[in-house]
């Protein structure tokens, strides 16, 4: 087993790029560290499909708000590495933010209009325009001719297949169904915040999605009720604070009558101190659960 490449300067990473590009397809996964197995799904799909895997980590402050946890996110590197050379990565790339953003602000910023101020965008101020300029960035720097993004941050997702597509970036993005625990909790770096007590809370997202899903099933396309099923499972199960509970179109994140088309389920809540994001994807007509 053979420790990835640890690389932290863009002109090393883009030149090992370069050379790496030349042996075949690259995949990208990148990420903030505090790995778990839904990042691992991620390189094991890019293994699977592509010659060389690079993985970035790098906690992008300009995706956090002044009064979220920028400072206290959870920085786990050495066990990352060792968890990327199981999984048989080729780079880590590891820059530090003043490599990234050497004036110390972000200078040129990569904004998304109408999608990115909506979902996560409305209460998480500038948040898709902090994603989509270090995503953007890590496209120039890596060269991938695929990216890989998990289903759970689908709003993210949204944001990011617009700016592909608007900037003409030469890569295919691809979206991994959302792995979970045995109990249904969407996977997240942030799970370790929460107490015992928080953590059996925190099922409600999962529950609301899962009751919303089996009305589909039975036949129910109302958007709104849908989505009054969802709030009252939360409300009724635990003591979150509801950021937005939605049924939206999974592509331009508006609001949407009926399901009858697909849509996208999303919920968003803080359970304790801990914000979470959930979500089911619905496929058109038949309405069936694309990602669980």
Same mark, same amino acid.
């Given at each position: 087993?053979?420790?990835?490449?640890? @690389?932290?300067?863009?002109?090393?990473?883009?030149?090992?790029?370069?050379?790496?590009?030349?042996? $075949?397809?690259? $995949?990208?996964?990148?990420?903030?560290?505090?790995?778990?197995? $839904?990042?691992?799904?991620?390189?094991?799909?890019?293994r699977a499909a592509c010659d060389s895997v690079v993985?970035?980590?790098?906690?992008?402050?300009?995706?956090?708000?002044?009064?979220?946890?920028?400072?206290?996110?959870?920085?786990?590197?050495?066990? *990352?590495?060792?968890?990327?050379?199981?999984?048989?990565? *080729?780079?880590?790339? +590891?820059?530090?933010?003043?490599?990234?953003y050497p004036a110390g602000d972000t200078g040129t910023?990569?904004?998304?209009?109408?999608?990115?101020?909506?979902?996560?965008?409305?209460?998480?101020?500038?948040?898709?325009?902090?994603?989509?300029?270090?995503?953007?960035?890590?496209?120039?720097?890596?060269?991938?001719?695929?990216?890989?993004?998990?289903?759970?941050?689908?709003?993210?997702?949204?944001?990011?297949?617009?700016?592909?597509?608007?900037?003409?970036?030469?890569?295919?993005? @691809?979206?991994?169904?959302? +792995?979970?625990?045995?109990?249904?909790?969407?996977?997240?770096?942030?799970?370790?915040?929460?107490? @015992?007590?928080?953590?059996?809370?925190?099922?409600?997202?999962?529950?609301?999605?899962?009751?919303?899903? $089996?009305?589909?099933?039975?036949?129910?396309?109302?958007?709104?009720?849908?989505?009054?099923t969802m709030m009252r499972v939360l409300q009724s199960?635990?003591?979150?604070?509801?950021?937005?509970?939605? +049924?939206?179109?999974?592509?331009?994140?508006?609001?949407?009558? *009926?399901?009858?088309?697909?849509?996208?389920?999303? @919920?968003?809540?803080?359970?304790?101190?801990?914000?979470?994001?959930?979500?089911?994807?619905?496929?058109?007509?038949?309405?069936?659960?694309?990602?669980?």
């Amino acid at each position: 087993m053979n420790r990835p490449e640890l @690389i932290t300067s863009i002109a090393a990473m883009r030149e090992a790029s370069r050379q790496a590009k030349k042996r $075949g397809p690259i $995949g990208l996964v990148p990420t903030m560290g505090a790995l778990h197995d $839904g990042h691992l799904s991620l390189v094991r799909a890019a293994r699977a499909a592509c010659d060389s895997v690079v993985v970035s980590i790098f906690v992008n402050p300009t995706q956090f708000g002044p009064d979220e946890d920028y400072g206290r996110y959870p920085r786990t590197l050495d066990a *990352d590495l060792k968890l990327l050379a199981n999984e048989e990565a *080729d780079f880590v790339f +590891v820059p530090e933010a003043a490599e990234i953003y050497p004036a110390g602000d972000t200078g040129t910023l990569v904004e998304v209009p109408h999608i990115g101020d909506r979902l996560d965008g409305v209460s998480r101020l500038g948040h898709f325009r902090g994603v989509a300029t270090v995503v953007a960035k890590l496209f120039h720097i890596t060269l991938p001719d695929v990216a890989f993004f998990g289903q759970k941050d689908a709003a993210q997702v949204a944001v990011l297949r617009a700016m592909v597509r608007d900037l003409n970036f030469p890569l295919k993005l @691809i979206v991994c169904p959302t +792995v979970r625990e045995p109990d249904g909790l969407a996977m997240s770096s942030r799970n370790r915040y929460l107490t @015992i007590s928080e953590r059996a809370q925190s099922l409600a997202l999962y529950r609301a999605l899962s009751e919303a899903h $089996g009305e589909v099933h039975r036949g129910v396309q109302d958007a709104r009720e849908l989505r009054n099923t969802m709030m009252r499972v939360l409300q009724s199960e635990s003591s979150a604070r509801i950021e937005y509970v939605e +049924v939206v179109d999974p592509d331009t994140l508006l609001p949407i009558e *009926d399901v009858s088309e697909g849509a996208l389920l999303a @919920i968003a809540a803080q359970i304790g101190g801990t914000r979470l994001i959930d979500n089911f994807l619905l496929a058109p007509s038949t309405g069936s659960n694309l990602c669980e």
